[in-house]
Protein backbone atom coordinates (compact mmCIF):
# COMPACT_ATOMS: atom_id res chain seq x y z
CA UNK A 1 0.00 0.00 0.00
CA UNK A 2 2.89 2.27 1.01
CA UNK A 3 4.31 1.76 -2.73
CA UNK A 4 1.03 2.87 -4.38
CA UNK A 5 0.81 6.02 -2.31
CA UNK A 6 4.03 6.52 -2.65
CA UNK A 7 3.47 6.67 -6.29
CA UNK A 8 0.08 8.51 -6.44
CA UNK A 9 2.09 11.37 -4.35
CA UNK A 10 4.84 11.40 -7.25
CA UNK A 11 2.14 11.16 -10.13
CA UNK A 12 0.45 14.47 -7.97
CA UNK A 13 3.46 16.45 -7.68
CA UNK A 14 4.70 15.94 -11.38
CA UNK A 15 1.31 17.63 -12.66
CA UNK A 16 1.64 20.40 -9.61
CA UNK A 17 5.32 20.77 -10.70
CA UNK A 18 4.52 21.30 -14.60
CA UNK A 19 1.32 23.55 -13.57
CA UNK A 20 4.20 25.68 -11.77
CA UNK A 21 6.30 25.91 -14.64
CA UNK A 22 3.44 27.30 -16.98
CA UNK A 23 1.55 29.47 -14.49
CA UNK A 24 5.27 30.79 -13.55
CA UNK A 25 6.45 31.90 -17.28
CA UNK A 26 2.87 32.80 -18.08
CA UNK A 27 1.91 34.96 -15.55
CA UNK A 28 5.52 36.04 -14.59
CA UNK A 29 4.88 34.90 -10.76
CA UNK A 30 6.56 33.05 -8.46
CA UNK A 31 4.93 30.02 -7.83
CA UNK A 32 5.69 26.84 -5.35
CA UNK A 33 4.37 24.31 -3.77
CA UNK A 34 3.85 25.30 0.12
CA UNK A 35 1.75 21.66 0.73
CA UNK A 36 1.40 18.12 -0.76
CA UNK A 37 -2.32 17.42 1.17
CA UNK A 38 -4.83 15.05 0.26
CA UNK A 39 -8.26 17.58 0.25
CA UNK A 40 -6.56 19.30 -2.32
CA UNK A 41 -3.87 17.70 -3.15
CA UNK A 42 -1.70 20.57 -3.59
CA UNK A 43 -1.26 23.83 -2.55
CA UNK A 44 0.56 26.40 -4.32
CA UNK A 45 1.39 29.53 -2.81
CA UNK A 46 2.76 32.70 -4.82
CA UNK A 47 5.74 33.68 -2.88
CA UNK A 48 5.38 37.24 -4.73
CA UNK A 49 2.14 38.24 -2.68
CA UNK A 50 1.95 35.37 -0.52
CA UNK A 51 -1.37 34.15 -2.45
CA UNK A 52 -2.53 30.18 -1.94
CA UNK A 53 -4.02 27.91 -4.90
CA UNK A 54 -5.80 24.03 -3.48
CA UNK A 55 -5.29 22.17 -6.30
CA UNK A 56 -7.11 18.44 -6.94
CA UNK A 57 -4.63 16.90 -9.35
CA UNK A 58 -6.33 13.90 -11.61
CA UNK A 59 -5.44 12.31 -14.57
CA UNK A 60 -7.99 11.34 -17.79
CA UNK A 61 -7.73 7.86 -19.45
CA UNK A 62 -9.55 6.22 -22.06
CA UNK A 63 -10.41 3.22 -19.67
CA UNK A 64 -8.71 0.99 -17.50
CA UNK A 65 -6.39 -0.68 -19.81
CA UNK A 66 -4.83 2.67 -20.93
CA UNK A 67 -4.00 3.36 -17.12
CA UNK A 68 -2.07 0.31 -16.61
CA UNK A 69 -0.40 0.91 -20.05
CA UNK A 70 1.01 3.98 -19.37
CA UNK A 71 1.91 3.02 -15.74
CA UNK A 72 3.78 0.47 -16.91
CA UNK A 73 1.21 -2.59 -15.26
CA UNK A 74 0.39 -4.15 -18.86
CA UNK A 75 2.28 -4.64 -21.71
CA UNK A 76 -0.46 -5.77 -24.18
CA UNK A 77 0.72 -5.43 -28.34
CA UNK A 78 -2.76 -3.74 -28.84
CA UNK A 79 -5.52 -2.06 -27.79
CA UNK A 80 -9.28 -1.57 -28.81
CA UNK A 81 -10.03 1.62 -31.28
CA UNK A 82 -10.55 4.89 -29.10
CA UNK A 83 -13.01 7.52 -29.71
CA UNK A 84 -12.60 11.00 -29.02
CA UNK A 85 -16.59 11.01 -28.08
CA UNK A 86 -15.75 8.44 -25.38
CA UNK A 87 -12.82 10.31 -23.93
CA UNK A 88 -15.32 13.96 -23.94
CA UNK A 89 -17.53 11.10 -21.92
CA UNK A 90 -15.16 10.46 -19.25
CA UNK A 91 -14.40 13.82 -18.73
CA UNK A 92 -17.77 14.77 -18.47
CA UNK A 93 -17.89 12.23 -15.48
CA UNK A 94 -14.59 12.59 -14.34
CA UNK A 95 -15.62 16.97 -13.66
CA UNK A 96 -18.84 15.65 -12.37
CA UNK A 97 -17.11 13.62 -9.70
CA UNK A 98 -14.35 15.94 -8.92
CA UNK A 99 -16.71 18.19 -8.56
CA UNK A 100 -19.01 16.23 -5.55
CA UNK A 101 -15.86 15.67 -4.24
CA UNK A 102 -14.74 18.83 -3.80
CA UNK A 103 -17.92 20.25 -1.88
CA UNK A 104 -16.67 18.42 1.26
CA UNK A 105 -13.15 20.43 0.86
CA UNK A 106 -12.47 22.65 4.10
CA UNK A 107 -10.04 25.77 2.66
CA UNK A 108 -9.45 28.71 2.98
CA UNK A 109 -8.24 29.47 -0.55
CA UNK A 110 -9.43 29.33 -4.06
CA UNK A 111 -9.49 25.63 -5.52
CA UNK A 112 -8.45 24.77 -9.03
CA UNK A 113 -8.89 21.36 -10.61
CA UNK A 114 -5.97 20.37 -12.75
CA UNK A 115 -6.56 17.22 -15.13
CA UNK A 116 -3.70 15.50 -17.08
CA UNK A 117 -5.05 14.08 -20.57
CA UNK A 118 -2.38 11.28 -20.72
CA UNK A 119 -3.77 10.00 -24.00
CA UNK A 120 -1.34 9.27 -26.33
CA UNK A 121 -4.12 9.84 -29.26
CA UNK A 122 -6.21 13.05 -28.51
CA UNK A 123 -4.66 16.14 -27.94
CA UNK A 124 -5.88 19.72 -26.92
CA UNK A 125 -7.22 20.55 -30.59
CA UNK A 126 -9.09 17.02 -30.36
CA UNK A 127 -10.87 18.91 -27.29
CA UNK A 128 -11.16 22.11 -28.80
CA UNK A 129 -13.29 20.61 -31.22
CA UNK A 130 -15.90 19.16 -29.11
CA UNK A 131 -15.59 21.96 -26.52
CA UNK A 132 -19.54 22.25 -27.30
CA UNK A 133 -20.13 18.61 -25.75
CA UNK A 134 -17.85 19.60 -22.75
CA UNK A 135 -19.69 20.01 -19.69
CA UNK A 136 -18.73 21.76 -16.91
CA UNK A 137 -21.03 21.36 -13.42
CA UNK A 138 -21.50 24.09 -10.80
CA UNK A 139 -18.82 23.57 -8.29
CA UNK A 140 -16.38 24.93 -6.04
CA UNK A 141 -13.33 25.21 -8.22
CA UNK A 142 -12.77 28.35 -9.58
CA UNK A 143 -10.32 27.00 -11.82
CA UNK A 144 -10.79 24.04 -14.27
CA UNK A 145 -7.44 23.42 -16.32
CA UNK A 146 -6.47 20.74 -18.76
CA UNK A 147 -3.24 19.44 -18.87
CA UNK A 148 -1.77 18.40 -22.16
CA UNK A 149 1.83 16.97 -23.82
CA UNK A 150 3.70 19.02 -25.84
CA UNK A 151 5.18 16.06 -27.71
CA UNK A 152 7.89 18.72 -29.54
CA UNK A 153 9.29 20.07 -26.78
CA UNK A 154 8.65 16.84 -24.74
CA UNK A 155 7.15 18.02 -21.61
CA UNK A 156 4.03 19.00 -20.12
CA UNK A 157 3.37 22.35 -21.19
CA UNK A 158 0.17 23.26 -22.69
CA UNK A 159 -2.74 24.28 -20.16
CA UNK A 160 -6.12 24.98 -21.52
CA UNK A 161 -8.65 26.80 -19.62
CA UNK A 162 -12.30 25.01 -19.21
CA UNK A 163 -13.43 27.37 -16.28
Same mark, same amino acid.
Given at each position: ??????????????????????????????????????????????????????????????????????????????????????????????????????????????????? +??????????????????????????????????????????????? +?
Amino acid at each position: MAKLLDEKWLIEEGAALALLEILNFQQGASYEIAEHADRPDIVIENRLDGKRLGVEVTHLFYDSDEARFVFGRSHKPSHPPEYIEEYIQRLNGLLQQKSEKAKGYNHEYPLALLI +RVVSPLFHMYDFKAYASRIVVPPSDFEIIWLLFYDFLERRWTILEQL +R
